[in-house]
């Protein structure tokens, strides 16, 4: 049974530290119940979760043992669900002028961020959320299915999407980020 201690540092030359671990299969449902323990654990009080779409982001609500629209966007306050399911217009007035933060996910094997199934994120809702308050979730797995091509946004508003390019953290385990590239669909 595996337990975390704590944090250390350790020398920037990376010859001196031992490689990570490869290979092994991870399991889809552990890494989902990690991932969604993180969030429901990491959660700020007065804050709005909008939850995305997506598998990855319904094992999040299930977690908070709150209703889940596996299609659409439902958004969270203090642990409470207070809007399903809402248009582009409704969620832009839930988020505007408060502060928010994004749960979403990316298309496996497309990775997909913003454009696809998920027109509800519209522009200004993506602006008026921040691209800082933008909380990525993936399995490795999923992120490995792309062979290293970068995630795409394709939000309709070409400047927007060059906002958004760079690299961006994605959640792939409790409290276990890594950096992926964020570009735009070619």
Same mark, same amino acid.
């Given at each position: 049974r595996?337990?975390?201690f704590g944090e250390m540092r350790i020398p920037a030359e990376l010859r001196y530290i031992q490689s990570v671990k490869n290979g092994g299969k991870e399991s889809e449902e552990l890494v989902l119940d990690d991932l969604a323990a993180y969030i429901a654990?990491? *959660?700020d009080d007065d804050v709005?979760?909008? *939850?995305?779409?997506?598998?990855? $982001?319904?094992?999040?609500m299930k977690e908070l043992d709150l209703p889940n629209t596996l299609l659409g966007v439902d958004v969270v306050e203090n642990g409470?669900? +207070?809007?399903?399911? $809402?248009?582009?217009?409704?969620?832009?007035?839930?988020v505007q002028d408060y502060p928010s933060?994004?749960?979403?996910?990316? +298309?496996?094997?497309?990775?997909?961020?913003?454009g696809r199934g998920n027109q509800q994120l519209s522009p200004a809702v993506i602006r008026a959320v921040g691209r800082a308050n933008i909380?990525?979730?993936?399995?490795?797995?999923k992120l490995q299915q792309l062979?290293?091509?970068?995630?795409?946004?394709?939000t309709g508003d070409a400047s927007l999407d060059q906002q958004l390019q760079g690299l961006i953290p994605v959640l792939v385990g409790y409290n276990d980020y890594v950096m992926y590239r964020l570009g735009l669909e070619e």
């Open positions: 595996a337990k975390r654990s990491s *959660m709005r979760y909008v *939850m995305g779409s997506g598998s990855t $982001v319904a094992a999040v409470q669900l +207070i809007a399903s399911d $809402v248009t582009a217009t409704e969620l832009l007035a839930l933060k994004l749960v979403i996910t990316l +298309i496996g094997g497309q990775g997909h961020v913003f909380c990525l979730v993936a399995t490795k797995t062979e290293g091509r970068p995630l795409l946004a394709d």
